[in-house]
């Protein structure tokens, strides 16, 4: 079986291959998964307004471009005092696309006066699944184009100041509620201060992604 995961992220490939595996089982012994990037596809326009459209966005053009199923992400920190905000503006909320330090300092700014017990934040990560019409008739069902969207989401509250070197994004100064190994009486860590496994097993990009590998086994390897 041969998924494409519709980025230009290599790094993404060894997480999501993982997941699909164990939910796979015995089926994963023929999985192999490239990215958009190994298939030669230009990155489309996110032009969704929410995770969710963008994920299907991104899906939808690896699928189209390469007639094989084809799976995206698309996430982003929502913090409860901006509403909706960074949302899908997320990794260029200072303006340009990536730069992780000047988006974590323009948040600080404008969280200065923002009293400890009001920085609460999420982030959240939507998977999205889709399966061309073609490749659904080559597994002998229907040829009907399918498409499937789940959702992660992983609540914590913001710092004043980054702590930790792991991770990226917004993750130093993120502090999620959930603190997988963290010593009973030590301070609460930021996502950046947790190891990548610890990180994974509570993330948003992770459940979203575990539930999204159960719709895989269902409607690709299900009789």
């Given at each position: 079986?041969?998924?494409?995961?519709?980025?230009?992220?290599?790094?993404?490939?060894?997480?999501?291959?993982?997941?699909?595996?164990?939910?796979?089982?015995?089926?994963?012994a023929e999985l192999t998964v490239t990215t958009a990037a190994q298939e030669g596809l230009p990155?489309?326009?996110?032009?969704?307004?929410?995770?969710?459209?963008?994920?299907?966005?991104?899906?939808?053009?690896?699928?189209?471009?390469?007639?094989?199923?084809?799976?995206?992400?698309?996430?982003?920190?929502?913090?409860?005092?901006?509403?909706?905000?960074?949302?899908?503006?997320?990794?260029?909320?200072?303006?340009?696309?990536?730069?992780?330090?000047?988006?974590?300092?323009?948040?600080?700014?404008?969280?200065?006066?923002?009293?400890?017990?009001?920085?609460?934040?999420?982030?959240?990560?939507?998977?999205?699944?889709?399966?061309?019409?073609?490749?659904?008739?080559?597994?002998?069902?229907?040829?009907?184009?399918?498409?499937?969207?789940?959702?992660?989401?992983?609540?914590?509250?913001?710092?004043?100041?980054?702590?930790?070197?792991?991770?990226?994004?917004?993750?130093?100064?993120?502090?999620?509620?959930?603190?997988?190994?963290?010593?009973?009486?030590?301070?609460?860590?930021?996502?950046?201060?947790?190891?990548?496994?610890?990180?994974?097993?509570?993330?948003?990009?992770?459940?979203a992604m575990r539930a999204l590998a159960l719709d895989v086994k269902r409607i690709?390897?299900?009789?």
């Amino acid at each position: 079986m041969h998924i494409v995961l519709a980025t230009h992220n290599a790094g993404k490939v060894p997480e999501l291959e993982a997941v699909l595996r164990e939910a796979l089982g015995d089926d994963s012994a023929e999985l192999t998964v490239t990215t958009a990037a190994q298939e030669g596809l230009p990155d489309p326009r996110e032009t969704g307004v929410t995770f969710q459209q963008n994920a299907l966005i991104k899906a939808c053009s690896a699928a189209q471009g390469t007639g094989l199923p084809a799976i995206a992400d698309d996430s982003g920190l929502i913090v409860d005092i901006l509403g909706a905000a960074p949302g899908i503006l997320s990794a260029r909320w200072s303006g340009k696309h990536g730069d992780d330090q000047a988006n974590i300092d323009l948040l600080l700014a404008q969280l200065a006066d923002i009293p400890d017990n009001q920085r609460g934040a999420r982030f959240e990560c939507c998977a999205a699944l889709v399966v061309p019409a073609s490749f659904m008739h080559q597994l002998g069902k229907p040829a009907k184009a399918v498409e499937v969207c789940e959702k992660g989401e992983m609540r914590g509250h913001l710092l004043r100041a980054r702590r930790g070197a792991n991770g990226f994004g917004y993750d130093p100064i993120f502090v999620p509620n959930d603190q997988p190994g963290t010593p009973a009486g030590a301070p609460p860590r930021t996502s950046a201060e947790l190891t990548a496994e610890q990180k994974d097993s509570i993330s948003h990009r992770g459940k979203a992604m575990r539930a999204l590998a159960l719709d895989v086994k269902r409607i690709l390897c299900d009789k």
